[in-house]
């Protein structure tokens, strides 16, 4: 069924496996399939040696020592964020703000900048494919000021609908956040039309490019939106480190999210001056480490080339997408035109819980459950899903492995 691993001649994917020391195991007596990427990505040696390196030659405060550790922990610290800055072609480093994750970077944005400007029965729009970590703080929020909260709908086949949202949109619209690449669908969003909507309308916009930064090159500039937010640990770097990227006029002019150490410029009992941004939105020792390794999974990238890994990602989702209809009774959830690195799936008269557990016992690790994304699961009416989602490393011959692995499900059910 499978062609060699090695077929795309830009990519070697047998090579890239190299790099990731996590890969080469067995699970259950088989090799390692590993597809539950849209979780948490695996990290080559590089971020891994990154992080390692801090700790055992760096290890020290940032912005703080005059001492050559201190020195060289704020460099790297700050060179990491050069490098985020440069992946998603921020304007300059002043833009990109570290947080824990993408929730940090939506609760951040929600707290500091929508709250103070939003009264009651102003609109704040997202969408019915969101994960939870980009609709529960628009709902605190809500409920905080009397703000409504409106859902943009999704068609059947897992897409936004763009009509209901034009007519969403209105004086009341202050704020849109949706999500770029949908974790639960693998559906890329039309992001830059709906940037231009909501413009017209005066409203601002934040995406969540949790899913998408993996996958996409990301140009927040030519998106035009106002805020951005991804995570760590989905791109190959640590967990714990996140990036929200934000118009610099709107950071500057945004209140504090936490205080502490590193946000302030003078404190007194009469009066605290903050830090310029972004520093004024990093209280506290922020996450050195995290910030290196993510800048190391930058590099990583980059020299693989984005373009280069997308095209192979692309090639994984068809291959899987066309081999996963041999299993009888196997629906795929989420039929969207443009997609991205997922394939969540039901098979009928077997719960999603217990494909995973069956295809554990096989050694491939898929996510079983609602994703994170329960209202989505409602609309589809399925209480859970089955979700294969594909990183660089991944091959054809695992997609074979998952497929096998359903076959078996499939047998074990009918019996
Ligand atoms: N948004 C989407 C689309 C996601 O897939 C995830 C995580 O799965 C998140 C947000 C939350 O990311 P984190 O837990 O890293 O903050």
Redesign the pocket.
């Known amino acids: 069924m499978s062609q060699p691993a090695t077929r795309l001649n830009s990519f070697d994917v047998t090579r890239v496996r190299e790099d990731f020391p996590i890969l080469h195991q067995t699970v259950h007596g088989h090799p390692l399939v590993y597809l539950d990427n ?3 990505s695996h990290k080559p040696r590089a971020v891994i040696d990154a992080v390692s390196h801090y700790y055992s030659a760096d290890n020290s405060n940032v912005h703080r020592g005059v001492h050559a550790l201190s020195e060289r922990a704020t460099v790297a610290y700050e060179g990491a964020r050069g490098k985020v800055a440069r992946l998603v072609n921020a304007g300059s480093s002043r833009e990109v703000v570290f947080v ?7 609760n951040l944005v929600a707290a500091s900048h929508v709250r103070p400007r939003i009264t009651e029965g102003d609109e704040i729009v997202v969408s019915h494919m ?5 609709i529960v703080p628009w709902q605190l929020l809500c409920k905080a000021t009397g703000a409504r909260l409106r859902v943009i709908p999704v068609t059947d086949a897992g897409e936004l609908d763009m009509d209901a949202y034009a007519d969403l949109l209105g004086p009341r619209t202050r704020f849109v956040s949706v ?6 669908l693998g559906t890329i969003n039309p992001v830059r039309r709906i940037v231009e909507m909501a413009h017209a309308v005066g409203a601002q916009v934040m995406l ?5 930064a993996p996958h996409l090159t990301v140009d927040v500039q030519a998106i035009g939106c106002d805020f951005y ?6 791109i190959y770097g640590p ?1 714990g480190i ?1 990036v929200l990227w934000a118009r610099p006029e709107l950071l500057s002019g945004m209140e504090p999210y936490q205080g502490g150490g590193e946000m302030i410029r003078a404190v007194s009992f009469e009066e605290t001056t903050y830090a310029e941004v972004p520093h004024k939105f990093e209280a506290g020792t922020p996450n050195i480490a995290g910030a290196i390794g993510l800048g190391a999974a930058i590099d990583y990238l980059d020299a693989l080339g984005l373009e280069a890994v997308a095209a192979h990602e692309d090639d994984l989702l068809r291959y899987a997408t066309e081999a996963v209809s041999q299993v009888p009774g196997l629906r795929i959830h989420g039929n969207a035109r443009d997609k991205a690195g997922i394939l969540s799936f039901v098979v009928d008269g077997i719960h999603a819980h217990d494909i995973g557990t069956i295809l554990d016992r096989r050694g491939v690790a898929v996510r079983a459950g609602h ?3 329960m209202p989505l699961m409602q609309r589809f009416s399925v209480a859970a899903t089955a979700r294969a989602s594909f990183a660089l490393y991944n091959t054809r011959e695992e997609v074979d492995a998952l497929v096998g692995a359903l076959l078996h499900a499939r047998e074990l059910f009918d019996r």
Not at 229 to 234: D, E, L, M, V
């Open positions: 849209g979780a948490t824990r994750g993408t929730t940090e970077a939506i969101e994960h939870h970590s980009n999500v770029h690449v949908s974790n639960a969540d490019g949790a899913q998408a937010a991804f995570s760590g640990h989905k967990t996140g994703h994170c994304a």
